[in-house]
């Protein structure tokens, strides 16, 4: 139905309560960051894999560990993903480790490990950075657009009890205005709930990859004379 002039969107918005107005100016912020947030992550997830994909090649291609560690230290000089700072810290209290006496070789591999869970675990707390503001718009957002919609529905019906004769034409307006609060709610949920799931799978992907290669990277440890 095509709306006229008094039923356009910002006629109704213009004209809602005090309140439902806040409910809209609410969920337009909301909408906004999340926008946001996703375009933030959905580069940074893009560069974590290009960045995961090139040193995963490096790595298997190049036999020699203190010439690929040399290179993975200087982060200066090239741009360092996650993957690279979990071999360097791996790395790191491997050689530390293997320089004290008295350590025997199982818990040389702990310790080494353990410094790559805890790189592990940093990295993943980067990545999963702003999702949890994700979930929760996807999850709260309709529910705010619905108390919105609630409110101006009241104050509808309230107008109406001055009004000897109810039409269409006295209906219509107050209901629509109350409306677009459920149309912003669900607005601001949808995308969030899309990327949110979306990059929830990617990220978890990832952390599949890290821990494959701690493991591998582990074994290859081992093998060290």
């Known amino acids: 139905m095509e709306l006229t002039g008094d039923l356009s969107f910002l ?3 213009s004209n809602a309560s005090v309140l439902v107005q806040l409910v809209m100016g609410l969920l337009l912020a909301v ?13 940074a997830i893009r560069r974590e894999n290009r960045l995961t994909e090139e040193f995963e090649e490096e790595f298997w291609h190049n036999q020699n560990l203190n010439e690929l560690f040399r290179y993975s230290n200087d982060g200066a000089w090239h741009d360092q993903g996650a993957l690279e ?16 006496q008295g350590m025997d070789a199982s818990a040389v591999m702990e310790g080494t490990r353990r410094a790559m869970r805890a790189t592990y675990q940093r990295e993943m707390d980067r990545l999963e950075s702003h999702l949890a503001f994700l979930a929760s718009v ?18 509808a019906f309230r107008g109406l009890a001055n009004v000897g004769q109810a039409t269409l034409a006295h209906v219509a307006p107050g209901i629509a205005e109350a409306l677009v609060a459920t149309a912003m709610g669900l607005f601001a949920a949808i995308p969030a709930v899309v990327a949110y799931n979306r990059y929830a799978h ?6 599949t990859r890290f821990d494959s290669f701690t493991e591998e990277f582990s074994n290859v440890l081992q093998r060290q004379p």
Request: aromatic share 20%; proline share 2%; glycine share 8%.
């Open 11 to 13: 006629h109704l918005i």
């Open 31 to 43: 909408s906004l960051l999340s926008w946001w947030y996703i375009f933030l992550k959905m580069f």
């Open 85 to 100: 700072r979990i071999f360097v810290a791996g790395f790191v209290e491997f050689v530390k480790l293997k320089k004290q």
């Open 138 to 155: 996807g999850s709260v957002s309709p529910y705010v657009g619905l108390f919105g919609t609630v409110w101006g529905i009241m104050n």
């Open 202 to 207: 990617d990220i978890n992907r990832l952390a």
